[in-house]
């Protein structure tokens, strides 16, 4: 007969060490399943939300929202290298022509003459290429009491990324007035401006755009409106400020601009990228504390940004393809004095113009070729803040 050997204690089936293991992962499968189906929950919720930001996009303010922050940021960083977009070339369509120019309703009795903002002189393309048709020139396309209000000029962003356009928008403040609206997710909360363009608003509205980056860290700044502070507002933080008057100022915080009676409202992102008509010297060379943890200063990507010319005319850009230099640079070439990078990435970057209809919403047309948001984008709720401007009565 052969002999058996016992079993151990740590063998035999039962056993207190055994049941700790079984609940150990009884409790670690539960937690899993747990864990699931609340992100589950909340990643649909995301994916539900109102508005018309794309499923990427919702993803990752969702990953950003959850402590994800730094892979987002890796992630994009990934795409970019393997997307980068390509040189050479000329644009598809070449130059485009802005849609017929319509008077935005106003008030007949509302008085007119007063002294208007001088037309901004014709941009040049990129030094050591010859212009395309059109390129750089002036197109108007909204009128108020018989006055161009604003105008659209297009050019490429420098001498290599040839086939791509950026857009232009200069605004008259005399005839056009501005207003900061919130975002549903950023700011949040509940404010007097709407997160949407009304129906009413609709009926006199001839331009938006994008704001800043999100006010989780990224845009090293604050947000004040309506006499409400949704973030603390930073010392020497890149300030568009808006007045109770409607017109627009861009200046280092505390410096150039500050609080006062008349301030409507202020968005802080990141720090000046023009000062007195001089692109920032680190446009090339910052790091995160000067240009956000993106993809990088370097990186020609989709920008946008906005200033102020020395006779007050307000200038927004947006387009592909640009890197934080060649924004400050068209911003400086359009007579920006004071100016600061906005939003970056395609899902974005949001300029749009409109034409009123007789009845229903206006016309909505996007502001420059290959740009990724829907003109229309802002007839529904937006879940980041933006701005509008409006036909003065």
Same mark, same amino acid.
């Given at each position: 007969?052969?002999?058996? $050997?016992?079993?151990?204690?740590?063998?035999?089936?039962? @056993?207190?060490?055994?049941?700790?293991?079984?609940r150990l992962l009884l409790i670690i499968l539960?937690?899993?399943?747990?864990?699931? $189906?609340?992100?589950?929950?909340?990643?649909?919720?995301?994916?539900?939300?109102?508005?018309?930001?794309?499923?990427?996009?919702?993803?990752?303010?969702?990953?950003? =929202?959850?402590?994800?922050?730094? /892979?987002?940021?890796?992630?994009?960083?990934?795409?970019?290298?393997?997307?980068?977009?390509?040189?050479?070339?000329?644009?598809?369509?070449?130059?485009?022509?802005?849609?017929?120019? #319509?008077?935005? #309703?106003?008030?007949? *009795?509302?008085?007119?003459?007063?002294? +208007?903002?001088?037309?901004?002189?014709?941009?040049?393309?990129?030094?050591?290429?010859?212009?395309?048709?059109?390129?750089?020139?002036?197109?108007?396309? @909204?009128?108020?009491?018989?006055?161009?209000?604003?105008?659209?000029?297009?050019?490429?962003? =420098?001498?290599?990324?040839?086939?791509?356009?950026?857009?232009?928008?200069?605004?008259?403040? @005399?005839?056009?007035?501005?207003?900061? *609206?919130?975002?549903?997710? !950023?700011?949040?909360?509940?404010?007097?401006?709407?997160?949407?363009?009304?129906?009413?608003?609709?009926?006199?509205?001839?331009?938006?755009?994008?704001?800043?980056?999100?006010?989780?860290?990224?845009? +090293?700044?604050?947000?004040?409106?309506?006499?409400?502070?949704?973030?603390?507002?930073? =010392?020497?933080?890149?300030?568009?400020?808006?007045?109770?008057?409607?017109?627009? @100022?861009?200046?280092?915080?505390?410096?150039?601009?500050?609080?006062?009676? !008349?301030?409507?409202?202020?968005?802080?992102?990141?720090?000046?990228?023009? =000062?007195?008509?001089?692109?920032?010297?680190?446009?090339?060379?910052?790091?995160?504390?000067?240009?956000?943890?993106?993809?990088?200063?370097?990186?020609?990507?989709?920008?946008?940004?906005?200033?102020?010319?020395?006779?007050?005319?307000?200038?927004?850009?947006?387009?592909?393809? /640009?890197?934080?230099?060649? /924004?400050?640079?068209?911003?400086?070439?359009?007579?920006?004095?004071?100016?600061m990078e906005l939003d970056i990435n395609p899902?974005?970057?949001?300029?749009?113009?409109?034409?009123?209809?007789?009845?229903?919403?206006?016309?909505?047309?996007?502001?420059?070729?290959?740009?990724?948001?829907?003109?229309? *984008?802002?007839?529904?709720?937006?879940?980041?803040?933006?701005?509008?401007?409006?036909?003065?009565?």
């Amino acid at each position: 007969m052969v002999a058996t $050997s016992p079993r151990t204690s740590a063998q035999a089936p039962g @056993t207190p060490r055994r049941r700790w293991w079984r609940r150990l992962l009884l409790i670690i499968l539960a937690a899993m399943v747990l864990f699931g $189906s609340v992100v589950g929950v909340s990643v649909a919720g995301a994916l539900r939300a109102p508005g018309t930001d794309s499923v990427a996009a919702r993803l990752a303010e969702w990953g950003r =929202d959850h402590g994800f922050d730094g /892979l987002i940021t890796w992630l994009e960083k990934q795409r970019y290298e393997r997307n980068r977009p390509p040189t050479g070339g000329v644009p598809v369509e070449g130059i485009p022509r802005a849609a017929a120019v #319509p008077a935005a #309703p106003t008030d007949p *009795h509302a008085r007119a003459g007063a002294a +208007h903002s001088p037309a901004p002189p014709p941009l040049r393309p990129p030094a050591g290429i010859a212009p395309l048709p059109g390129e750089g020139q002036w197109e108007t396309l @909204t009128t108020v009491h018989g006055q161009p209000a604003v105008r659209v000029a297009h050019l490429r962003p =420098d001498r290599e990324h040839t086939s791509f356009l950026v857009g232009v928008l200069w605004l008259d403040p @005399t005839l056009v007035r501005g207003q900061l *609206h919130p975002g549903f997710l !950023d700011p949040g909360g509940s404010w007097p401006a709407a997160t949407a363009l009304t129906p009413a608003e609709g009926r006199t509205v001839v331009a938006v755009f994008n704001g800043g980056f999100r006010l989780n860290g990224a845009s +090293h700044g604050g947000y004040f409106s309506d006499g409400r502070t949704a973030r603390p507002l930073v =010392d020497g933080a890149a300030s568009l400020v808006l007045r109770t008057d409607g017109t627009a @100022t861009v200046g280092a915080w505390n410096r150039e601009v500050r609080m006062a009676p !008349d301030v409507a409202s202020v968005r802080q992102n990141l720090v000046p990228l023009v =000062d007195d008509g001089q692109v920032n010297p680190s446009c090339s060379s910052g790091g995160t504390a000067q240009w956000g943890s993106t993809v990088g200063q370097v990186a020609f990507i989709h920008r946008s940004g906005f200033g102020v010319t020395a006779t007050g005319g307000e200038v927004y850009v947006g387009g592909p393809a /640009l890197s934080v230099c060649t /924004l400050g640079q068209i911003l400086q070439a359009s007579g920006v004095v004071r100016g600061m990078e906005l939003d970056i990435n395609p899902n974005w970057v949001s300029g749009a113009y409109f034409h009123p209809m007789l009845s229903g919403p206006p016309e909505a047309f996007r502001l420059f070729p290959g740009e990724r948001v829907a003109a229309e *984008h802002y007839f529904s709720p937006s879940s980041r803040d933006w701005y509008a401007f409006y036909a003065r009565p």
